[in-house]
């Protein structure tokens, strides 16, 4: 690591009132006098709970929103951006968790797309000459004629970390880069990492993954309620001491298993075919018990959900739920019979962020709620009321709009949505991807506490831990079929694991 290239000092955001002003206050801030400090070829870690200011500071070191106070300083240089071409042109990269790819271009278009060669007559000869050897660079050699719309995401961010170097950026914001990759592909971008830290560019890194911050970082940074904790380097890390930096205290148990599952079937699956050419899937969920279902990432935990709940067609098998067959399955079907699907995209499939709290927490409900149609409010309100309570939903009224909370408690409403239903079974796709460490440990209280109301519950996750932690019993898939069962607690090891995924 060489000398600091950027310093941001005092950094303070303010809330904006309906007119585009700031409320200045002491309670109505987004930051408050934040420090960061990055030096030439480091991954910089920057931690903190959802909410915690993170993006925010990224967005104005970015220029894609000012500061309101404090001084920014790169390269030695105070500057100010007013827009994100600005920054990019001052050397500052950013690869968004939400890549911003167009998927009918290909790869070659997508890296010069708004600078191409030769201006309105591009010169797509040299384009796609020159995209390779960025490609190559990186050590993907990856067709620059290919769509981006065909490649996987690991290759889309390739495609995002080559944009950003051909930039010539000296900073690389990366935010949250490894949340839908493979052990495999984290790997290769980690090499990636360091081989950039090798050419002198130094690398902002986001994430909520604690066992991977140590394999890549020099220096980390905590952020908690729009403030500064601290900088420690990754020689002082441990787990608790950074904890206790996010949340202010320490968590004293992350895993909460206190339920007992029973013998009572609720969930049998016979010789489910997932695609044409898959192996048959057989499996079941007790009353009351945790089944946890790993693999990689395309390995067909998805599409087994989407099977069960009816939002895909398979191709053969047999499923049983409450001791009877249930013949071509679909949503509305399986969720009169109390049987939910949490899916891993809050986002687009899980809620609709531009309705408010209490549309989102009833949504699912409505007809069993208010079966003669007529809404009242009254009644919503109480329901949306009683769901924020019984989840800890952290909001300043009913009627906020869900893309105003963060993204641990987006997960908390998504959740709710279907509690407020009286669910006998839940299917849970990554229920704690892209939150913080915090909003997890509540999230598995709440798996917990259902279990123990007999709730019986699939959970599909990718983090070992997690399946490690919370599962009565774990499946393990690959290419659309289930490869292990592992029963015995004493057999819950990632090793174990990791072996059946390959």
């Not at 053969?316 to 001791?323: A, C, D, E, N, T």
């Not at 509540?442 to 919370?470: C, F, H, K, N």
């Amino acid at each position: 690591m060489g000398e600091t290239i950027l310093e941001m000092d005092h950094i303070t955001k303010y809330i904006y009132d309906a007119y585009g002003k700031p409320i200045r206050g002491t309670n109505v801030k987004i930051l408050h006098d934040v420090h960061l400090d990055v030096r030439a070829s480091e991954v910089h870690i920057l931690v903190g709970e959802n909410g915690a200011g993170k993006s925010t500071l990224m967005n104005i070191l970015g220029g894609i929103i000012p500061a309101d106070e404090g001084t920014i300083k790169l390269f030695g240089r105070e500057v100010q951006f007013s827009n994100p071409r600005e920054s990019q042109k001052m050397g500052v990269g950013f690869i968004h968790q939400e890549l911003n790819l167009c998927p009918n271009l290909t790869v070659a278009e997508n890296l010069f797309l708004g600078r191409e060669l030769g201006g309105l007559l591009s010169d797509k000869k040299k384009m796609y000459e020159q995209s390779g050897k960025m490609l190559q660079k990186l050590g993907f050699p990856m067709d620059p004629h290919t769509l981006v719309r065909n490649l996987s995401t690991a290759q889309q961010q390739i495609v995002e970390i080559a944009k950003a170097i051909s930039y010539k950026s000296r900073i690389l914001i990366m935010d949250e880069p490894t949340a839908t990759l493979t052990q495999k592909e984290i790997d290769h971008l980690f090499e990636i990492i360091r081989d950039l830290k090798k050419q002198g560019i130094s690398v902002i890194y986001i994430s909520h993954r604690f066992e991977e911050l140590k394999e890549i970082g020099d220096r980390l940074t905590v952020l908690r309620d729009g403030g500064y904790v601290g900088t420690i380097d990754m020689s002082e890390f441990s787990y608790d001491k950074v904890i206790g930096m996010m949340v202010g205290r320490t968590l004293t148990h992350m895993y909460t298993c206190t339920h007992k599952p029973s013998d009572q079937r609720v969930l049998e699956i016979e010789d489910l075919r997932i695609g044409a050419k898959t192996q048959p899937i057989s499996l079941h969920v007790n009353r009351g018990e945790v089944v946890g279902v790993g693999g990689l990432v395309g390995s067909g935990r998805t599409e087994l959900a989407k099977s069960i709940f009816g939002a895909r067609n398979f191709y053969g098998g047999k499923i049983r739920y409450m001791g009877q067959e249930i013949r071509k399955p679909t949503p509305r079907k399986m969720i009169e019979q109390g049987l939910m699907y949490v899916t891993e995209d809050r986002k687009t499939e899980g809620l609709v962020l531009r309705m408010n709290i209490v549309s989102n927490i009833t949504l699912a409900s409505l007809r069993k709620l208010f079966p003669k149609t007529w809404i009242h409010p009254q009644v919503e309100n109480g329901v949306a009321k009683r769901m924020i309570s019984e989840m800890g939903i952290a909001c300043n009224s009913l009627h906020q709009l869900v893309s105003t909370l963060s993204g641990g408690n987006q997960q908390k409403v998504a959740l709710a949505k279907w509690l407020a239903s009286g669910p006998k079974m839940l299917i849970l796709d990554e229920p704690t991807r892209g939150i913080d460490v915090n909003a997890k440990a509540e999230i598995y209280q709440i798996i917990d506490r259902l279990a123990s109301s007999g709730v019986a519950i699939l959970m599909i996750s990718s983090e070992l831990p997690e399946l490690i932690g919370m599962s009565d019993r774990i499946y393990v898939m690959r290419r659309g079929t289930v490869s292990a069962e592992i029963v015995d607690r004493a057999d819950f090891k990632q090793e174990k694991i990791l072996a059946c995924t390959v």
